[in-house]
Nanobody
């Protein structure tokens, strides 16, 4: 089992920045991918950014150039730096870990972009 604890969400004005963190614990060996998804009200959960074990990153088109995914050297914490936030970025953000084909999810953290 893998446990994920997210932090860093909140209310921010348009154009502002936030950094989300996700700390993984438990059976974190053999983790293939760590990443972030989000779900806005009335919409399906969608991928935002991910990083493979080898460090390859992917981003949704809507966040390219504004969001940056990174992780610590121990590969137990993944971050999402969000710059130039827009109202349409408002959603619950979920951390995701893919461990040998099994997906694990965090509890979610609310990000609200509003003036």
């Amino acid at each position: 089992q893998v446990q994920l604890v997210e932090s860093g969400g909140g209310l921010v004005q348009p154009g502002g920045s936030l950094r989300l963190s996700c700390a993984a614990s438990g059976s974190i060996f053999s983790v293939n991918v760590m990443g972030w998804y989000r779900q806005a009200p009335g919409k399906q959960r969608e991928p935002v950014a991910s990083m493979s074990r080898g460090g390859v990153t992917t981003y949704a088109d809507s966040v390219k150039g504004r969001f940056t995914i990174s992780r610590d050297n121990a590969e137990t914490t993944v971050y999402l730096r969000m710059n130039s936030l827009k109202p349409e970025d408002t959603a619950v953000y979920y951390c995701m870990v893919n461990r040998v084909g099994q997906l694990y999810w965090g509890q979610g953290t609310q990000v609200t972009v509003s003036s």
